[in-house]
């Protein structure tokens, strides 16, 4: 399997969360794993895919967090971070490395759109309670909009990793 399939399936086990009674049925500690792996062996191509996949190890360390019981607004915050850090990574090696201008495009797009989705959600979120994590009122049609915008950039990005996946820029051996 390339890297950034790797990286696409990794990334599916840590968005899925499967959780039967609490516990985490596909760890997500196994998906940051993969997605470490997969950057792992392109960080020589582009120095993009080094901060993603430092962002992955971060992810990866927080996720060893949540194996037994969902994470908290701090973890669960942090974890969005170290996801952001891999998408804006990711991209920004696809952006320099990809052949199709379509796909420069959409990595530009996808980076940026990502970023200033965590930005706004850092912002709009308050910790509470036992790291409850409480929407104020007025904010919640705010929160589900940003909520489903988050997702489908989220499946624009592994689209997009998906597709550019088997370009000669990414091929091992490569530089």
Known sequence: MTGLGMLVGGFLVVIADLRFDGF??????????????????????HPG??????SSVVGLVLSVGSVTAPPGALL???ESVAMTGVVFGTCTAI????????????AQVIRWIDLALTAV????????????VQVHSDLAP?????????????????????????EPAYAPGRR
């Open 142 to 166: 705010v929160v589900v909009v940003l909520a489903v915008t988050a997702f489908a950039v989220g499946i624009w990005f592994l689209v997009l990793a998906w597709r550019v996946r088997r």
């Open 76 to 78: 669960g915050t942090l």
């Open 49 to 54: 895919f080094t901060v993603a996949a430092l």
């Open 95 to 106: 952006l320099a490395l990809s052949a199709a201008e379509r796909d420069r495009r959409a």
């Open 24 to 45: 985490d049925v596909i760890s997500d500690p196994v998906g940051w794993m993969f997605v470490l792996v997969g950057l792992a062996g392109l960080t020589r191509l």
């Open 121 to 132: 959600g850092l912002v709009a979120f308050t910790a509470v309670d036992g790291g409850q």
